[in-house]
């Protein structure tokens, strides 16, 4: 399989500027060869995330999923940052999506491969991961989707 630089070519993903921290945290912490990410939400539009609201009421599950998608492009920047670059990354660990739900919305799950099929697309098998999806009340900013991944780097 191409390198996950290569892949992201060929997907047409350009990996943005590392999101800063809203609040006091620190973007990543690494421990030996683990990284644990700080969950991350949609890109910043006119101040604001890029989707807002809850599944299954002011967004659609589809665009959940495209949410999913970009939290997991702003935190692949900053695994980036961590790694020493994205071809670094030995493997994808475990990754939890929580998602600002409507009561009796239960496509969690559906929401979450937005994530976890880019992840695979990217790094192959290295990219299938352990994971868990989470319906929620709210989120940080009104933001429909944060995702929160820890990986594996090369030491």
């Not at 290569?6 to 912490?29: D, F, M, N, Q, T």
């Not at 492009?73 to 790694?83: G, Q, T």
């Not at 600002?100 to 990219?127: M, P």
Request: a negative charge; charged letters at 20%; proline letters at 6%.
């Amino acid at each position: 399989m191409s390198k996950p630089s290569e892949r992201l070519k060929e997907l047409g993903i350009a990996l943005p500027p590392a999101p800063k921290p809203v609040a006091s945290y620190v973007p990543y912490v690494r421990h030996g060869n683990l990284v644990f990410l700080s969950g991350q939400i949609p890109p910043m539009q006119d101040g604001k995330p890029a989707y807002q609201g809850q599944a299954g009421f002011e967004q659609r599950l589809e665009d959940a999923r495209e949410a999913a998608k970009l939290c997991t492009i702003n935190a692949l920047s900053v695994a980036a940052d961590a790694a020493g670059g994205i071809d670094n990354i030995e493997r994808i660990v475990k990754v939890v999506v929580y998602v600002a739900s409507h009561e009796n919305f239960t496509g969690q799950h559906l929401v979450a491969n937005g994530c976890s099929d880019l992840l695979k697309d990217i790094f192959g098998e290295a990219g299938r991961h352990a994971r868990a999806a989470v319906g929620v009340a709210e989120l940080p900013l009104d933001s429909t989707v944060e995702v929160d991944i820890t990986l594996a780097v090369k030491t």
